[in-house]
């Protein structure tokens, strides 16, 4: 019997610490401003996500995390996290727009996602 418990516990603690598992936070001191507001930057990022050009470390782990954070709506994310993730968004939908739809085409193509992302 206390086998059996002690494996439900341990499973119980795995279980825990995988739901609470957040995101890197080695980027979260990028400044997001900055590239947004430089084409050049902001194109080599984009063309990365699309897997059009090459990517920075950055870029790569952002390609990499971004299908998890659409699909969990970034419960991953720390609020500094969420926060560029919203700046970057608007920025994309409002002076990006066609930039905004080929990435959803890509990291959304069923537009599962894509309500979430139209309040902000």
């Known amino acids: 019997m206390k086998k059996y418990f002690l494996i439900l516990l341990t499973s119980l603690m795995t279980l825990v610490i995988a739901t609470t598992e957040k995101?890197?936070?080695?980027?979260?001191?990028?400044?997001v401003d900055r590239i947004l507001q430089n084409n050049r930057v902001l194109n080599n990022y984009i063309r990365c996500m699309l897997d059009e050009g090459p990517c920075t470390a950055e870029g790569r782990e952002l390609r990499k995390t971004l299908p998890d954070a659409l699909?969990?709506?970034?419960?991953?994310?720390?609020?500094?996290?969420?926060?560029?993730?919203?700046?970057?968004?608007?920025?994309?939908?409002?002076?990006?727009?066609?930039?905004?739809?080929r990435l959803l085409a890509k990291f959304d193509p069923y537009g599962e996602y894509k309500k979430r992302y139209e309040q902000l």
Do not use: F
């Open 23 to 31: 995101y890197t936070r080695k980027y979260d001191d990028v400044e």
């Open 71 to 101: 699909s969990t709506d970034c419960s991953k994310c720390n609020d500094k996290q969420k926060a560029m993730a919203e700046k970057v968004i608007n920025h994309l939908k409002t002076k990006r727009s066609r930039d905004w739809d």
